[in-house]
């Protein structure tokens, strides 16, 4: 159920979050719900959407593997060209 919910702001904030919402295609009070539901999320934890929950596990690397290592070869071929 919607209930409606006067509150004061500053203008040019609220004029600043119009123009956000507006580039986001969605609503200021959406905006605003999403927020305050992130804000009171029991432990602040995030939902994992049905395609990262698809994606995870995918891809199975060997035990030894050192991504630190990796990313630092990754790194070094790249820039010393």
């Known amino acids: ?6 509150v004061k702001l500053d203008s040019n904030i609220i ?10 295609n969605t609503s200021l009070s959406k905006l605003i719900e999403s ?3 992130l804000l009171v999320e029991p432990d602040n934890k ?3 959407t049905p395609l990262v929950k698809s994606l995870s596990g995918i891809v199975s690397l060997p035990k030894n593997y050192d991504s630190k290592k990796e990313y630092k070869k990754h790194l070094q071929s790249k ?3």
Not at 1 to 6: F, G, H, V
Not at 15 to 24: F, L, P, S, T
């Open 46 to 48: 995030q939902t994992v």
């Open 35 to 37: 927020y305050l539901g």
């Open 1 to 6: 159920m919607d209930t409606k919910l006067t």
């Open 15 to 24: 004029e600043q979050a119009k123009i956000y919402a507006r580039k986001k």
């Open 79 to 81: 820039y010393s060209k």
